[in-house]
Nanobody
Framework: QVQLVESGGGLVQAGVSLRLSCAAS????????MGWFRQAPGKEREFVAT????????DYADSVKGRFTISRDNAKNTVYLQMNSLKPEDTAVYYC??????????????????WGQGTQVTVSS
């Protein structure tokens, strides 16, 4: 069993930055890729960013590219999502996900094995 816990969300004004964290526990993760997804009210969950186990392969959704940065610290079993220049359109529940593979997991939800409960990000105009 693997547990993923997101933190760092909140209510902020447009243009503000937030840093989300996702801490993994329950087993030693030596080979896993990670991803961030989000779900806005009334919409389906969508891909945000993904990172390989090594951290050397990264992919972003077009809507966040240039504003968001995904990173990881394997010694802490933690992945981060730095979100800059937040827009009201970024308002959503943000979910962390883990895939038990060294390669980049990609954008498809079925590729991920474990999911967190989500953290709310609300951006007001």
């Amino acid at each position: 069993q693997v547990q993923l816990v997101e933190s760092g969300g909140g209510l902020v004004q447009a243009g503000v930055s937030l840093r989300l964290s996702c801490a993994a526990s329950g087993r030693t993760f030596s080979n896993y890729g990670m991803g961030w997804f989000r779900q806005a009210p009334g919409k389906e969950r969508e891909f945000v960013a993904t990172i390989s186990w090594s951290g050397r392969s990264i992919d972003y959704a077009d809507s966040v590219k240039g504003r968001f940065t995904i990173s990881r610290d394997n010694a802490k079993n933690t992945v981060y999502l730095q979100m800059n220049s937040l827009k009201p359109e970024d308002t959503a529940v943000y979910y962390c996900a883990a895939a038990l593979t060294k390669v980049l997991p990609g954008r498809r939800e079925p590729l991920y094995d474990y999911w967190g409960q989500g953290t709310q990000v609300t951006v007001s105009s």
